[in-house]
């Protein structure tokens, strides 16, 4: 019985390392075109999520989702994932689980309002909200790795709403950057 169940675990172990060798759906972009990840970066252009055989990793070219869309932007007091972000998270974690070897920091950002302690946590429950959708996803735990900065990394000087809004966020940052 006991051959049966290691017989058992071995072979899901091996599907679960079997490479899909189906074409994802397309990504839907604002413009409202669609992407397929894994498009070749060949040639003219691309705004494909993923691929490696051009001269410019996706996530390094300007015309990319992935290098034009790199935060996610909260509420007060919020770490719920407004509707209007998922298509970019949706984006990079398709990016993700397409090339395996890349690895990023979700980092937390919170607007000067409230204690230190309390916009650390807030910080990294948004950071955690954000890899939480990431890996439901495709992306792997490991690919991920999130921080908090709270407060004291403002994008936007000032004391006011228009600052407080663009402080709020959650930024992707792919290593080596």
Avoid at 38 to 67: C, E, F, M, W, Y
Wanted: glycine share 8%.
């Amino acid at each position: 019985m006991s051959k049966w169940i290691i017989a058992a675990f071995a072979i899901m172990a091996l599907a679960g390392c079997a490479k899909d060798t189906q074409t994802p759906a397309p990504v839907e972009e604002k413009a409202g075109t669609a992407v397929t990840p894994g498009a070749s970066t060949t040639g003219a252009p691309s705004t494909g999520v993923a691929g490696t055989a051009g001269t410019v990793a996706p996530h390094k070219d300007p015309a990319n989702i992935l290098a034009k869309q790199r935060s996610v932007y909260f509420d007060f007091d919020e770490y719920a994932i407004k509707d209007q972000y998922r298509p970019t998270i949706e984006a990079h974690a398709k990016y993700l689980q397409a090339n395996r070897s890349l690895r990023i920091t979700l980092q937390g950002n919170t607007d000067e309002r409230g204690t230190r302690e309390y916009n650390i946590a807030l910080g990294q429950r948004r950071a955690d909200a954000v890899k939480k959708l990431m890996v439901l996803l495709g992306a792997t735990e490991v690919q991920i790795e999130t921080v908090s900065f709270g407060k004291e990394k403002p994008r936007r000087e000032g004391h006011d709403e228009t600052a407080w809004a663009e402080n709020r966020r959650v930024d992707i940052v792919y290593a080596g950057e």
